[in-house]
């Protein structure tokens, strides 16, 4: 009797061990300066999309492990395998999805304006001899750069910034006169700095979880947590955390 139960006991470990092998760790790549989406407190990992891919994680049973690498990095990351899996509210575009797959979307937001609340800057402020500040590979930066800057509406400059706690820091300290980015980040830094928000851009921008290109294995684990996440209500309680 003795003998079996040692042998359970044995038996028990090597499942134990066997299971924590086979939870699968994946790197999370993401760039965490855009609250309320990710950003770092106390060393931590935090936001939205954090919570987000956590809850996802948990769902489907893969350990995740969050990287902060500049926005402009993210798809090579995934390219050359530095990463696994890219979650920064980035917004599914057809020229990143030749180049990565796609989740199903998971929020909707614009692009919209903000200048120093003293400034006496409206939304006319793209049109001119102004310098006009976007984070780098950003649809912000794009739709500055191809609507405004190549059509020789903005005669000014485009300055672009690696991250965005640099690029609130120029537009307070005078050096841009307004920055481009999603709407909800935007609302963040106005509350938190003495800046306005003076227009919104229409481009309903949906972002997405991204892998390396072909790995469908991955982005269907992806796809089911998502789906079990908004089934069963916890994606209401994040947007209730973040956005209220
Ligand atoms: N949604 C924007 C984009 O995908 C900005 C993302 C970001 O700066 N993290 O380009």
Do not use: C
């Not at 400034?119 to 750069?145: C, H, K, M, P, Y």
């Not at 609507?147 to 672009?160: A, P």
């Amino acid at each position: 009797m003795r003998k079996v139960l040692y042998l359970f006991l044995i038996m028990a470990v090597v499942m134990m061990l066997g299971g924590q092998a086979l939870a699968q760790t994946y790197v999370v790549g993401t760039s965490a300066d855009f609250p309320p989406f990710e950003y770092m407190e106390d060393g931590e990992f935090v936001g939205f999309d954090m919570d987000l891919m956590r809850a996802i994680a948990e769902e489907m049973d893969f350990e995740i492990e969050f990287r902060d690498i500049s926005f402009d990095s993210l798809i090579p990351g995934l390219r050359t395998g530095t990463i696994d899996i890219v979650i920064a509210a980035m917004t599914i575009t057809e020229e990143r999805a030749r180049a990565v797959d796609f989740s199903d979307p998971y929020y909707v937001a614009n692009q919209s304006i903000i200048v120093r609340e003293d400034s006496g800057f409206n939304l006319t402020v793209l049109f001119g001899d102004n310098r006009i500040g976007a984070q780098t590979g950003t649809t912000g930066d794009l739709w500055v750069t191809e609507e405004l800057y190549d059509e020789g509406i903005l005669t000014g400059r485009v300055v672009r910034y690696e991250t965005f706690d640099l690029a609130i820091e120029d537009l307070v300290n005078e050096n841009v006169e307004a920055l481009v980015l999603d709407r909800p980040v935007a609302e963040r830094f106005v509350e938190a700095r003495p800046l306005v928000l003076v227009g919104e851009i229409i481009t309903h921008e949906e972002y997405g979880i991204a892998v390396d290109r072909g790995n469908e294995e991955l982005l269907a684990k992806i796809n089911e947590g998502l789906e079990k996440v908004v089934d069963s209500g916890r994606m209401g309680e994040l947007i209730d955390k973040y956005f209220e």
